[in-house]
C-alpha cells in the first residue's frame, strides 16, 4: 500500500508564493503518475497538475489550464517527494490541495488515482 502526505498549506496574500510537498512512502514506490488535485467549497475536486514518475532521466509534466504558467510541478524520485511550486496566487487557488497516484497513463479523472493523502489546506486573501 502507498502512502501519500502533504504538507506546505497555509494561509498566504495575493500575488504571493507557496510550495507544497507530497511524501510517498509504503511498498517500493513504482507509480507511473503523480498529480496534484485541489478541492474548493462546494466544487467538485479538479485536477491541477501532474508528472511522470517512473523514469529517472525523461518525464512529462501536465497542467491545468487555469494555473498554466504560476503553478510548477517537480519531483524527486530518489527520495519519493512530489512538489508543486505556486506562484502568483489567487484568492480562486484557495482549496485544499490533495496529492495522488495512479498507475497506468495520464488522467485527469480523479476516480482514476487510486492513492490519496489526506490534503492540505491553501487559503489566499485578497
Known sequence: QVQLAESGGGLV??????????????RPFSSPIMGWFRQAPGKEREIVAAITWS???YYAEYYA?????????????VNNIM??????????????????????AYSASVSEYQYWG???????SS
Not at 16 to 24: F, H, M, Y
Not at 118 to 124: C, N, R, S, Y
Open 83 to 104: 512538489y508543486l511550486q505556486m506562484g502568483g496566487l489567487k484568492p480562486e487557488d484557495t482549496a485544499v490541495y490533495y496529492c495522488a497516484a495512479k498507475l497506468g
Open 65 to 77: 489550464e487555469s494555473v498554466k504558467g504560476r503553478f510548477f510541478i517537480s519531483r524527486d524520485i
Open 55 to 57: 523514469s529517472p532521466t
Open 118 to 124: 489526506q490534503g492540505t489546506q491553501v487559503t489566499v
Open 13 to 26: 496574500q495575493a500575488g504571493d508564493s507557496l510550495r507544497l510537498s507530497c511524501a510517498a512512502s509504503g
